[in-house]
Structures are given as structure tokens and as C-alpha cells.
């Protein structure tokens, strides 16, 4: 009996395995017809692309390149120059950065030899005592800015191309380097001369004078729109070789000669009444000290 319970379980599992034959020779036979279809379509495109490259031969031996054609494909396309404004040479490109350094070290290097805190007779305001000295000081500004710019001409050949504008802004780079000296010498004597010459440094990276800010490190772009020289460089390259217009850089120029004028003249009204009711000042402790 066991035995033939053997035998039915193997002729079961026989005829499921025909079964499976029966179905793989199916596929088998409808794989191999597809792959007939598509070698038929394969022998259908290779005819066509056949066809078609030799139609493409016959094309381009039926045309006849000329002068024009061979020209228009070296040079597919014509490009036109327009210059918005010409740098006669490296001394041109550099003054506007150079202008600046040079107009910041003179209104410094005058306001530590010309004595700012200095009066002669009696003492009447603050106002006046700052008129004393401010009307020295600005007609100095405006001699040094504009011998600045004649003097480069005569004897370097510097030509910008709008002159007037040139000495005119430099005139006013001058008076507003000038009021902010001034207020930082009245107020901290040599520190405040120490400070500004480091102030000077920073202007130097920060202006993007000799590299343009995009290629300098993140801190110059963080203190680019605030330092002058950024204003007077950009002002003098356009006075200089010609471009944008120079309002912007006048404006601020103005606002700050405001500013620190509006400063010195209230630090002058405080040290007046100070000295009037012998009041110690910051300045005295500064000189007692040598620092001022």
C-alpha cells in the first residue's frame, strides 16, 4: 500500500512537470516569434538609415561651398565692442586709490602740526573757537586738494577726462577727511591721530582699490559701503576715466564733513564751558600723560 502512494505521488508530480514544459515551450515559441519581428524591424532600419546617409552623401557633394559659406562657418557670429569708457595706462587705473591714501595722510599729518586746541585772547564761545581754527583748516583742504591734482598733471601728465570735476571732488574729499581729523584730535589729541592712521589700513582693504571686492575675503565686503575711501575711489575712477555718476559719493562725502563738523563744534562748546568753570577735561589727562 505504501508503495503505491509512492507511485500516485510521483505520476502527480510527473504530469505537473509536463504541465510546466507544455507552458515554457509556449513561451519559449512566442519569445522566438517576437525576436523574428524584431530582427525584421532591425534589417527595416538599417535599410532606412542606409538610405538616408547616402541621400545625405548625395546632398552635400551637390553643394558648392563658397568664399561666403566657408567664412560663415569659421565665424558663425559677428561681436561688436562698445567701450563704455577707456584707462589710459596702470598710473590712471591707480590714482583714484593712491588720490585718497594721499589727501587722508595729509589732512592727518596737518591737523598733528597745526595746534587745534590752541587760543589766543579771551575765550568767547565754542563756536568761535572752532571758527578760528576751521577757517585755516578748510582753506588748507582746499589748497591741498587741488594742488593735488594740478601738480599730478604737470608733472606726471595725469589727465582725467573731466578736470574741473576731479579737482572739485577732491577739494571736497579734502574738507570732509579734514572735519574728520579734526574732531578726533580735539577730542583724543594722539590717540585720535593713532586711530585714524589705523583707520587708514582698514580703509586700504576695505575701499577695494587694487582688487575687486567679490575677490576679496568676507570681512572687506562687510565694511565696503562703509569706509570713505570707498566713495572717493569709486568718485575719482569716474571723474578720472568717465562712467557712472558721482552724486552718490558727493552725498555722503557732505554727510560726513556735516556730521563731524556738527561733533567738533559741540566738543568745542563743552571744553568752553569747562574751562570757564575749571572743569577738568579728558584732553588735560591726556596730556598729563604725553598722549596728547
Not at 583714484?96 to 598733528?112: E, K, N, Q, R, T
Not at 577730542?187 to 583707520?199: Q, Y
Not at 556738527?262 to 591726556?286: G, N
Request: aromatic letters at 10%; a negative charge.
Amino acid at each position: 500500500m505504501s508503495n503505491n502512494k509512492t507511485l500516485n505521488d510521483g505520476a502527480a508530480k510527473l504530469s505537473d512537470g509536463a504541465v510546466q514544459i507544455h507552458d515554457g515551450s509556449e513561451q519559449l515559441y512566442n519569445g522566438s516569434k517576437e525576436l523574428g519581428e524584431g530582427m525584421d524591424k532591425i534589417y527595416d532600419g538599417s535599410d532606412t538609415l542606409a538610405a538616408s546617409l547616402q541621400e545625405g552623401a548625395d546632398t552635400v557633394k551637390e553643394i558648392k561651398a563658397e568664399d561666403n559659406n566657408i567664412e560663415m562657418f569659421a565665424a558663425p557670429i559677428e561681436d561688436e565692442e562698445t567701450k563704455i569708457t577707456q584707462v589710459e595706462n596702470n598710473g590712471h587705473a591707480m590714482a583714484p586709490y593712491m588720490m585718497s591714501v594721499g589727501l587722508w595722510v595729509g589732512c592727518l599729518a596737518f591737523c598733528l602740526m597745526y595746534p587745534l586746541t590752541k587760543y589766543n585772547g579771551k575765550l568767547k564761545s565754542g563756536v568761535a573757537w572752532w571758527a578760528s581754527k576751521a577757517s585755516v583748516l578748510y582753506l588748507v583742504a582746499i589748497l591741498q586738494g587741488t594742488s593735488l591734482i594740478l601738480l599730478l598733471h604737470l608733472f606726471n601728465g595725469f589727465t582725467p577726462v573731466e578736470m574741473g570735476k576731479t579737482v572739485a571732488f577732491s577739494c571736497l574729499t579734502a574738507i570732509a577727511f579734514t572735519s574728520i581729523m579734526y574732531f578726533f584730535n580735539i577730542t583724543l589729541g594722539k590717540v585720535g591721530s593713532f586711530l585714524m592712521l589705523v583707520f587708514m589700513v582698514i580703509q586700504l582693504a576695505g575701499s577695494a582699490g587694487t582688487y575687486p571686492v567679490e575677490l576679496s575675503p568676507a570681512f572687506v565686503a562687510k565694511i565696503h559701503s562703509f569706509v570713505p575711501f570707498t566713495y572717493t575711489v569709486d568718485a575719482f575712477r569716474s571723474t578720472i576715466c568717465g562712467g557712472e555718476s558721482i552724486t552718490g559719493s558727493v552725498v555722503f562725502l557732505i554727510i560726513v564733513w556735516i556730521v563731524f563738523t556738527v561733533l567738533t563744534i559741540l566738543e568745542f562748546q563743552y571744553r568752553a564751558k569747562a574751562i570757564k568753570k575749571k572743569k577738568p577735561l579728558l584732553l588735560d589727562f591726556l596730556e598729563a600723560k604725553g598722549l596728547a
